[in-house]
């Protein structure tokens, strides 16, 4: 089946700690994104990459780091600088811009 | 500056029509896209206009768009109680590369 998967589900961290979030996409796009939704909100761009090895911040970077070494991945890393992590995480992938297809969401808790 | 606007909750009764209204920002705008998110969960693509378009039908589902006010609509037929879910509209504005512009979503509840 071809389609974006996101691992884990539900994430907990420390304060302090990093954790890193998982994306992986076997449709064949070159264009990766990331999103954080918060309660009732819409989504806030975090960071894109268009093509591999190449990415982009976007509306809300800071505290947060991400690699495109595959074509098929797009790892998010958010770090301990992000003071405010707790969020649902959305990765979405498309051709080249434009319709974009969505993961099922990791949802991240600071304990 | 502007933003991609949804009201942000519609209550209709099972079997009655939604309408889902949506304003944009760039008349100049591609493509406009539905999305639909189930709680929990990701986004999943409903519909999409092409611009050149005035309506588009696809079942249940009635996307009209109005250009000149750059306005969007979503009407969904015989709303069942599984098309609980918040529906993002999002643009594609014509200086942005490409990316993406979500509105804030609306909520639709469907009571039985």
């Known amino acids: 089946d071809g389609g974006i998967t996101q691992s884990p589900k539900y994430l907990f961290r420390k304060e302090g700690q990093n954790v890193t979030l998982s994306c992986e996409q076997n449709?064949?796009?070159?264009?990766m994104y990331w999103y954080r939704q918060d309660p009732g909100q819409g989504l806030r761009l975090i960071y894109y990459?268009?093509?591999?090895?190449?990415?982009q911040k976007g509306d809300i970077a800071e505290g947060y780091s991400v690699s495109r070494e595959k074509k098929e991945s797009f790892p998010l890393t958010v770090t301990s600088a992000q003071k405010n992590p707790t969020a649902f995480y959305l990765c979405?992938?498309?051709?080249?811009?434009?319709?974009?297809?969505f993961g099922p969401g990791t949802r991240l808790t600071v304990l | 500056g502007e933003d991609v606007e949804q009201s942000l909750f519609l209550s209709v009764r099972e079997g009655d029509s939604s309408v889902i209204n949506c304003t944009y920002t760039d008349s100049s705008s591609t493509y406009l896209y539905w999305y639909k998110q189930e709680p929990g969960a990701g986004l999943q693509l409903l519909t999409y206009i092409f611009s050149n378009m005035d309506m588009k039908q696809d079942q249940r589902l009635t996307v009209l768009l109005n250009k000149k006010d750059k306005h969007l609509s979503l009407r969904i037929a015989d709303t069942q109680t599984g098309d609980s879910a918040i529906y993002f509209c999002?643009?594609?504005?014509?200086?942005?590369?490409?990316?993406?512009?979500f509105g804030g979503g609306t909520r639709l509840m469907v009571k039985p």
């Open positions: 449709l064949n796009h070159d264009a």
């Open positions: 999002a643009e594609i504005p014509y200086n942005a590369g490409n990316m993406l512009t």
């Open positions: 979405a992938s498309s051709w080249d811009g434009g319709m974009q297809f």
């Open positions: 990459s268009q093509i591999v090895n190449d990415f």
